[in-house]
């Protein structure tokens, strides 16, 4: 492994106990001079202070898996490192998948004389600067001999990027099979929307619900009550029950429907409120007590009681009408050892990596409240008894995930009746994703035989759970929602001509000749000098790619044409990747990175001085402009061939 030399470099965010400098940082959203994706750019040199250890021994650390207060990156020992820098850009790099396996894997090295320039793909700003400095700290500790545990540093930052915009785990894992498809998309801050792919081709939502759903038929499947009554009209199994609003009226349904009943909010979500196998009246109070807390203050006093139905807690999935996936929901559970609490189980398996509660994690943290100490009363049980060995102490009637409980798939075998039963129901609703919860024996008995009961819709239904269950194997609903929107990237993505200079009077003949051709198409052309859509300019936000995102936001936008000079380039870098026709006149170095964006089968036409180079499906065309010859005459002409 090569060494590299102290430097002379002037300290400028590095302590005089540091080897190590970083200084310089600068955030894209997307591609930019040093990387293909959204990045965080820094800057790193030596100190003049002390001497670094050999690279040997920074990686013997890093990778070591002897010691609990560290990480294990036992692969980091397998590279081969030319410098500081490429260690440091290595590290940095796996530290930013945050133990929880984010899709981050690209970083870039550019040397210069007196420091080197890291990029590392980022998606979230905050996350990966508190990434970059976790790591300085960690080599200045290992310079310096000293222990350090960054599991707390580690939390912290998985908290930190779980509470950004990506952060959780249905946004995240579209965000990532979008990313792995090539399908553009991006965050509208505005809105509080993500949108996938541009212009006409975009669809926007939130997790699972998206702007091409019924807004009435998603709230209609928040009325419980009403929903249950559709089901039950349709001739679907769903259990018998009333609507009250007073505990009076609770123990009178009870007494009619007989117990055991189970107790929830009409309005809700996530379980919150919902108490099953309610036994007794005694129960029925608690019970109503806890529906009527998780009621938001602004809504009526409206609570199911309804018979509780005996058997396993499954979700059915749907997509676009269609069945894809079924999972089992069990509750959360603790098994004993002879001599720990139920508190300390509950603590030790809370500590699993499994329960990390991370967008990607199968299992969420188990969580302790009143539901569960009153459970734990009926079993005989308090969190402070000791449970022996290998008995499964289950901790909550209700197969909430959100609170401890686990994910089993259960999507094989399934009987075809239910599956023609979960897409009859879907069938009735405008919706892209739909949830359908049910009691059932299990699933592959027929619905029809009995003992099965339809508990409720959920118009945006989590899909961890199928992606990532705590058991068995993934089901890709994420690929298949968006399969349901596009076949393929192309058809997410509207035509882009992307120049390194064009002024505004050019981008308007060139938006005039395109409409020669296209007359009934929206074109939106930005520069440095104006905005523009066709022939009507807009307002121009001193935010350039801010401008370009308005664009592509635009739900009848055909084309974009946007110019990407180095003043722009260089400090903001662009917003979106892949051009189908770039058009160079004479670029500067920084300026051909636009080249290395493009799409394949895309024309990419560079002009030095007289001298003009087309290249087009693999093949180069050189060409020499005459005294009087535009260069607008040769780009137009191929614009045209593609349009």
Not at 230 to 250: C, M, R, T
Not at 362 to 378: F, G, H, T
Request: aromatic share 8%; net charge negative.
């Amino acid at each position: 492994m090569v060494q590299q030399q102290s430097t002379d470099v002037i300290r400028i965010n590095a302590r005089r106990s540091d080897v190590f400098d970083i200084f310089n940082l600068r955030y894209y959203i997307g591609p930019n001079p040093y990387l293909d994706t959204g990045a965080l750019v820094f800057d790193f040199s030596l100190t003049e202070y002390r001497q670094p250890l050999a690279i040997e021994e920074y990686v013997s650390i890093i990778s070591d898996t002897s010691s609990d207060l560290r990480p294990r990156y036992p692969h980091l020992a397998e590279q081969t490192y030319n410098s500081y820098a490429d260690l440091f850009a290595h590290v940095v790099s796996e530290v930013g998948k945050l133990d929880m396996g984010l899709h981050f894997h690209l970083w870039s090295i550019k040397q210069y004389p007196n420091f080197d320039r890291i990029s590392i793909q980022s998606l979230h700003e905050r996350t990966t600067k508190s990434v970059v400095y976790l790591v300085w700290d960690w080599l200045e500790t290992i310079t310096q001999g000293e222990e350090f545990s960054i599991d707390e540093r580690l939390v912290s930052l998985q908290n930190t990027f779980r509470a950004s915009v990506y952060g959780g785990p249905t946004v995240y894992a579209l965000l990532r099979t979008a990313y792995q498809q090539g399908i553009p998309t991006f965050y509208l801050w505005e809105e509080g929307l993500m949108q996938y792919g541009f212009g006409k081709k975009q669809v926007r939502g939130v997790a699972t619900t998206f702007d091409c759903d019924s807004h009435l038929d998603s709230e209609f499947s928040t009325r419980k009550d009403d929903c249950k009554d559709f089901l039950q009209n349709l001739g679907f199994p769903v259990p018998k029950g009333d609507i009250v609003n007073s505990e009076k009226e609770a123990v009178a349904v009870a007494k009619d429907i007989g117990y055991p009943v189970a107790v929830k909010p009409v309005v809700g979500h996530k379980g919150i409120g919902v108490t099953a196998e309610v036994q007794n009246v005694r129960e029925l109070e608690s019970a109503y007590n806890r529906a009527l807390l998780a009621i938001p203050d602004e809504q009526p006093t409206r609570i199911i009681v309804e018979k509780s139905i005996s058997g396993t807690d499954f979700r059915l999935l749907c997509v676009d009408g269609k069945f894809v996936a079924a999972i089992e929901r069990r509750p959360a559970s603790v098994v004993g050892d002879g001599h720990s609490t139920i508190k300390e189980l509950i603590r030790r398996e809370n500590r699993k990596q499994e329960r990390r509660d991370t967008p990607t994690s199968p299992m969420s943290k188990i969580q302790l409240d009143e539901a569960m100490e009153l459970y734990l009363q009926e079993q005989g049980l308090e969190l402070d008894s000791i449970v022996k060995s290998d008995r499964t102490v289950y901790l909550r009637k209700v197969a909430n995930l959100s609170a401890g409980g686990m994910s089993i798939n259960a999507t094989n075998p399934i009987h075809h009746d239910n599956i023609i039963l979960a897409q009859d129901i879907a069938q009735h609703f405008r919706l892209t994703c739909l949830g359908i919860d049910i009691i059932a024996k299990n699933l592959s008995e027929s619905w029809k035989s009995g003992n099965f009961a339809i508990l409720e819709i959920n118009s945006a239904p989590g899909i961890l759970m199928h992606l990532n269950p705590a058991l068995g194997s993934s089901v890709d609903v994420p690929a298949h929602i968006l399969a349901t929107f596009f076949q393929s990237s192309i058809d997410a993505r509207i035509p882009i001509i992307t120049f390194n200079q064009i002024d505004l009077t050019e981008l308007q003949a060139t938006i005039d000749h395109i409409l020669l051709q296209h007359p009934e198409w929206t074109i939106g052309a930005v520069c440095r000098q104006g905005i523009l859509i066709n022939r009507s300019e807009k307002v121009l936000s001193q935010d350039y790619n801010h401008n370009v995102q308005s664009l592509l936001r635009h739900p009848k936008l055909d084309l974009l044409i946007a110019e990407y000079p180095e003043e722009i380039l260089e400090p903001e870098g662009m917003f979106y990747q892949g051009s189908n026709i770039v058009v160079l006149d004479n670029p500067t170095e920084t300026e051909m990175m636009l080249v290395r964006d493009v799409l394949d089968g895309s024309i990419v036409v560079i002009k030095k001085d007289r001298e003009v180079s087309i290249q087009r499906q693999g093949l180069i065309e050189d060409y020499t402009l005459g005294v009087e010859e535009a260069f607008s005459r040769v780009y137009l002409k191929e614009i045209r061939s593609i349009l």
